[in-house]
DNA sequence: ACTTGACCTTGCCATCATGGTAAGGTTCAG
DNA sequence: CTGAACCTTACCATGATGGCAAGGTCAAGT
């Protein structure tokens, strides 16, 4: 009973930040956001992490690194520390963001492909005459309406 | 000799939204940003608009479209209207441009794909149990440094 | 004890392209 | 004369992040 290691650890700002991979700027923004509920203070006013913030901010880094929103972070983070969630309504969030990554990379895609034949076209020499700007400057994309 | 269409046109700041498919507002904010050099008025102040600021405008809408930023798009305006240019220029600029697309898009496919596996490892049912969260929760990802 | 550097605090501004809104002037049709 | 539909400028908001400024705190070295 002499060891509780990881009860009274009572890290700094920038510690946690270097422990999660979180700027210390982001830490302070996801706590006005309500990501981080109630942080604790030092008497001089610095705010001290828990593990359990640590965790909680490690996990809000590992979703911005696949790509969800803040307010969708904000939702997982709720289901995560709710025993009675379901993993439905999990997924669902992930479905979404997946979907919306798919339509993003579709249509970015489809930018790449149109340049990269208008690139392909360009002899990119010392001339003026250029297809690439041939077709920017084509009234043909005005949608005719 | 009576009929010049071409020349006299002097539409509204709302005629050329629609016949460019540039919303008014960001015709205003691209004159802000000297992409349309000296914008004429009438004598009530409401700006008009030649056939020559229809095509840049719809030269910008279609780079635009493209994915190119502002500050791009500034770039190939002035090269569009350069009769010295170099298709080298411009060819340099789009790929650049492409470059960018390819990482974002390959970044985009990255997050997609690690949802799309988890998601199918998702039973997404009543239970909390949930693969998704358990990604989140763990601290494998952290950067070790 | 004092200085120095590294940290912490809050608050404001900037990004990028776009939309919204407000408050007011103009034009045209009924 | 009135109302709708336009135009004008100016300001604020978005979303996630960075930067800077001005000031407080702490710890280590002199």
Redesign the interface.
């Known amino acids: 009973m002499a060891d509780v290691p990881a009860a009274a650890a009572a890290l700094t700002i920038g510690e946690a930040a270097k422990?999660?991979?979180v700027s210390a700027k982001m830490v302070r923004h996801y706590e006005s956001l309500g990501l981080l509920p109630a942080v604790a203070r030092r008497l001089n006013g610095y705010r001290q992490y828990s593990e359990r913030d640590i965790?909680t901010l490690?996990?809000i880094?590992?979703?911005r690194?696949?790509?969800f929103s803040m307010l969708e972070i904000s939702e997982?983070v709720s289901?995560?520390r709710?025993?009675?969630?379901?993993?439905?309504s999990?997924?669902?969030i992930?479905?979404a963001?997946?979907d919306g990554?798919?339509k993003?990379?579709e249509a970015?895609?489809e930018?790449?492909n149109?340049?990269?034949h208008?690139?392909h076209c360009?002899?990119?020499?010392?001339?003026?005459?250029?297809p690439?700007?041939e077709?920017?400057?084509?009234?043909a994309?005005?949608?005719s309406h």
Chains 1, 2 share one sequence.
């Open positions: 422990r999660s991979g965790h490690q996990f880094k590992r979703s690194d696949l790509g997982l289901l995560w709710n025993r009675r969630r379901t993993s439905a999990v997924k669902r992930a479905q963001h997946a990554l798919n993003r990379i970015m895609q930018m790449r149109t340049l990269t208008l690139i360009c002899h990119g020499d010392q001339r003026p005459d250029c690439i700007l077709d920017l400057a084509s009234p994309h005005v949608k």
